[in-house]
């Protein structure tokens, strides 16, 4: 069996409204899916982390760079093809683009195995832990508005109302405007909703640590990103300072750089991007690192509907930590403004939003084989910018 051809699917439209984040606002939703074939014509599919025009950045390497060193090889030799690749690339990036382009890859090349096998990724990956995932929503995104505290209030009580039992909201606007937003949605949500912050790495250790004080008094379930990824110190200082929870790790790429961000004990609660650090390939390597700290995982998902069922594997096969009778289960992170790259780019859609509404909070796992999804070639060619 051999890799026939590597294609990226850039995939692109108008926004309704403008979202952000504390780095930026956006007006146009983007999604990067790569496609794997084979001379025995299984097609598997990935989805390399990367938004804006950043994706075409990531498809370019995809296909011109990644592609002429994979084909014709055999696309069950994940760790063949992973390390070819890495090591060509060591000198030109060991983190950022060419990661995420190699994530989209390899994840298509687990589809594959899957496809082939006859059975889930979930299954490949040693079996299921749990039958259910609870689903976090996440949502309250930046917009420029006078009354974002007000739109807030409103979002946050739908979220709840929708079934999800915990929810994310954006911050980073300055401590004195973060607190009112976080105070609007307590007010909205109760005191029992679950309710983290994700500050996108808008500040300083110094500038984050009284806003933390704060947050620990609204009841804040973690604190995410606070300060840059590469402020070691300052997340070691926010982990000793706060009792609070501190949770990051997106921005992080394969296991040497998760390998500091572990030992360190930078962070609380590890958020690995599947579709950015390395693949599902180097994603079983963190999760090892992690285990061995003790360190709990909660996936940083985004994108459509390829990464969320990608993600649904990887924390169905998520052993319990540290293990017994009653474990944490961990959360499915779920996108919940309107995006339809998750809710119409699939021939059989997921249906996260109906489950949640339907069971109180949790999502079943997905069948099929592989990551069990299958892009409708239609909306590909509708809404491809290739
Ligand atoms: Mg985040």
Redesign the pocket.
């Known amino acids: 069996m051999k890799i026939t051809a590597i294609r990226s699917h850039v995939l692109q439209y108008d926004l309704a409204e403008e979202l952000g984040?504390s780095q930026q606002y956006y007006l146009k939703r983007t999604t990067h899916l790569v496609e794997v074939t084979t001379d025995e014509g299984v097609t598997g599919w990935g989805e390399s982390f990367g938004g804006g025009d950043v994706a075409f950045a990531n498809k370019a390497i995809v296909e011109r760079v990644i592609q002429p060193m994979v084909l014709g090889m055999d696309p069950l030799a994940r760790e063949v093809i992973w390390h070819k690749v890495y090591n060509l690339l060591r000198d030109h990036g060991q983190k950022g683009m060419p990661m995420q382009a190699l994530s989209g890859v390899d994840i298509a090349l687990w589809d594959i195995a899957g496809k082939l096998h006859g059975v889930p990724l979930y299954r490949l990956l040693g079996g299921a832990f749990r039958d259910r995932i609870p689903v976090y929503g996440y949502g309250m995104m930046l917009q420029r508005v006078p009354d974002l505290a007000e739109r807030f209030a409103v979002e946050s009580a739908a979220i709840k109302e929708a079934g999800y039992g915990a929810m994310k909201m954006k911050i980073g606007l300055g401590p004195r405007k973060d607190l009112e937003l976080v105070e609007a949605v307590r007010n909205a949500i109760g005191g029992e909703t679950g309710q983290m912050v994700?500050a996108?790495h808008a500040y300083t250790a110094r500038e984050a640590i009284p806003l933390g004080r704060e947050l620990e008094r609204l009841g804040v379930a973690w604190f995410?990103?606070p300060v840059a990824p590469e402020d070691r110190q300052g997340y070691r200082d926010l982990c000793s300072t706060l009792d609070m929870p501190i949770a990051g790790g997106?921005g992080e790429f394969t296991r040497w750089g998760f390998r500091d961000l572990i030992r360190e004990r930078c962070v609380d609660v590890l958020?690995p991007e599947v579709c950015g650090l390395g693949g599902i390939t180097e994603y079983l390597k963190v999760r090892a690192l992690a285990e061995a700290h003790f360190l709990p995982i909660v996936n940083?998902v985004w994108g459509s509907a390829v990464a969320v069922a990608a993600n649904m594997h990887l924390l169905a096969a998520l052993p319990d930590l540290p293990g017994g009778a009653h474990p944490v289960q961990p959360m499915l992170e779920f996108d919940t403004t309107p995006n339809r790259f998750r809710e119409e780019l699939l021939t059989e859609p997921l249906r996260i939003g109906e489950q949640v509404r339907e069971s109180g909070g949790t999502v079943a796992l997905p069948g099929g084989p592989g990551l069990g999804v299958e892009p409708d070639p239609d909306f590909l060619r509708h809404f491809s910018v290739d």
């Open positions: 984040y994700d996108n995410e990103e997106e958020q940083h």
